[in-house]
């Protein structure tokens, strides 16, 4: 592993540890220079005594209380050892130390400092002087370079120099629902489905959750089976822009968990489920501003990543936990110790959340729940459906009108409203689109006249529920069962390959004649190579019989 600060190979304590002990150090020091200072008998015996205590020369004791005699303080006795001493190696040598260190060890390849000491000891010698220490070589690398100096030089990872630069700023809101936060992360829960017929299907679920950052209110959540993608967005944002009543009805959860509405900014990663269309359509639509923080903002997320930590802690403390590492999870059974069903591990993660608002934070002793009900502005007098904001954030495509309506994913797709379109098709861009994944059995297209989705459904007329990655494996299946060899792809081709080349060999040089010519004599060959109807007609081998000779009638001769 490539290091690319000053600290190679070093042995040293940690700042904290180091500065605590400095400090002790300059305590007892500190009181026997009070019993030498403040004693009634002989200076010369009180300061052998502090020697002998100290373990230190009289001479040092001398020293220390040159520094200590006029402000005894503590702070005047703490060795400052970052503090500059003088250099007690010769010109020369320090020249060489710099010159090899800037040419040996300030490069990309990051080599350790020994065998760099090495090379300097040998050109010391080599100019006849005497050869440094490691330990004095590897105390000039702080004075000669600047910790920027060395991350840039010693490696091609941004990220170490980054960590070296003040990243000011803070994310706040001024009221809420003005910036809110997404992310996803798995769940430290494994939960279990019992399949008929299939036996038992044990796994983790992906929670995406939108945060608002003024109030620290969890707005919605989505769990999926699914690795995070622009269903779970889609999923996540209907809850969270409209009333959830019905919601927690639906899932026999008595609690109130009145937060909602259309935030203003959203603040993303740069996932590719945040990047693409549908999320940036669906946010234009509802007049929603996205922002990333990319490369050197990363710390601006840490609003929904603390929450997303805390909500992973309180489920993750039940039976079925996974850790959060194999080394926290330290042998743990989870996936045998599971009971939770998925429907079972929803409702969990929603009274977290419920419990969440409801809590006071410790740091900054606000209820999140309580400062959302001070600030929030009034809700709207309608509230937004969860069908339409789903279908706004769902994943799109385009396709062009045909007479048998529109394909999609290898499925063609119809319905009675959409063959009013078809005289008109040439005249209309391509179709806008929205398919849920769950269920690509309907997809939804918007009317180019009054641009509402309407539903359009197989024209097969199958009406069974498939999901696209059902329907991407099956075809993906009948793709492997039907698939060809390398050799069979190639076999046919290579016969007829044979036929050109032996054309080829065989070809004679005739001479040159008109292509008219050529063309009747080919013809010729080939009409006379022929089948014939007649050689079907004639008995096989039977040679043909002679004509018989016609007798020949005389004539009366008459002379003249």
């Not at 945060?211 to 999923?235: K, M, Q, W």
């Not at 009145?258 to 940036?280: H, L, M, Y």
């Not at 840490?302 to 039940?318: P, S, Y």
């Not at 929030?376 to 009108?401: E, I, M, S, T, Y």
Request: glycine content about 6%; hydrophobic content about 40%.
């Amino acid at each position: 592993m490539r290091r690319f600060n000053s600290r190679v190979q070093s042995t040293a304590k940690a700042p904290s540890a180091a500065a605590d002990e400095n400090w002790r150090t300059a305590k007892l020091i500190a009181r026997e220079l009070d019993k030498v200072l403040d004693g009634v008998g002989p200076r010369k015996a009180a300061i052998s005594r502090a020697a002998g205590e100290l373990r230190v020369s009289t001479r040092r004791i001398y020293v220390l209380l040159a520094k200590y005699r006029f402000e005894r303080t503590v702070s005047a006795l703490l060795s400052r050892r970052g503090a500059g001493r003088s250099k007690r190696l010769a010109e020369n040598v320090e020249a060489i130390i710099a010159a090899t260190l800037r040419e040996k060890w300030m490069v990309l390849e990051a080599p350790p400092l020994a065998p760099v000491v090495g090379e300097i000891r040998a050109r010391c010698e080599g100019a006849g002087l005497r050869p440094p220490s490691y330990m004095a070589v590897r105390s000039r690398v702080a004075a000669l370079f600047t910790p920027e100096e060395i991350a840039k030089r010693r490696s091609a990872n941004p990220n170490h120099l980054r960590r070296l630069r003040p990243r000011p700023g803070y994310i706040s809101a001024p009221r809420p629902l003005a910036v809110t936060q997404i992310d996803h992360t798995p769940t430290d829960i494994q939960f279990v489905e019992v399949i008929d017929g299939a036996g038992a299907f044990v796994g983790r679920a992906y929670l995406t959750i939108l945060v608002d950052v003024f109030s620290r209110c969890v707005l919605g959540f989505c769990l999926t089976l699914e690795a995070p993608s622009t269903l779970s967005v889609a999923l996540c944002l209907a809850q969270a822009i409209c009333p959830k009543a019905a919601w927690l009805e639906s899932r026999g959860i008595g609690h109130d968990w009145p937060t909602f509405g259309r935030p203003k900014q959203i603040v993303t990663d740069s996932a590719k489920e945040f990047r693409g269309k549908a999320f940036q359509r669906g946010c234009a639509e509802y007049g929603v501003s996205i922002r990333r923080r990319d490369r050197g903002r990363v710390h601006e997320g840490g609003v929904v990543e603390r929450l997303l930590g805390k909500l992973n802690g309180v489920i993750g403390t039940h039976d079925g936990a996974t850790g959060r590492s194999i080394m926290d999870r330290d042998g743990y059974p989870s996936e045998k110790r599971a009971c939770l069903t998925f429907a079972d591990l929803e409702r969990c993660v929603a009274l977290a959340i419920i419990d969440h608002n409801s809590q006071m934070n410790e740091k900054t002793l606000k209820v999140p729940l309580a400062e959302w009900r001070a600030h929030a502005a009034d809700p709207p007098g309608v509230a937004d459906a969860p069908d339409a904001v789903l279908l706004n954030f769902l994943p799109g495509a385009q396709r062009r009108l045909t007479p048998q309506g529109v394909e999609l994913f290898a499925l063609h797709y119809y319905s009675p409203w959409l063959g009013v379109l078809v005289p008109e098709r040439d005249r209309i861009d391509k179709l806008e689109i929205r398919y849920d994944p769950r269920d690509i059995s309907r997809i939804y297209v918007r009317d180019p006249g009054d641009k509402t989705f309407h539903v359009a459904a197989r024209r097969d007329g199958a009406t069974t529920p498939l999901t696209l990655w059902e329907h991407q494996r099956d075809r993906r299946e009948q793709r492997t069962a039907q698939a060809r060899s390398a050799t069979e792809k190639v076999a046919i081709s290579r016969e007829i390959g044979a036929i050109v080349t032996t054309a080829r060999t065989t070809r004679t040089q005739a001479p040159r004649s008109s292509k008219g010519e050529l063309r009747d004599a080919v013809r010729s060959a080939k009409a006379a190579e022929a089948a014939k109807p007649h050689q079907s007609l004639e008995p096989a081998g039977a040679p043909a019989a002679p004509h018989p000779m016609r007798s020949k009638k005389l004539l009366p001769i008459e002379k003249w």
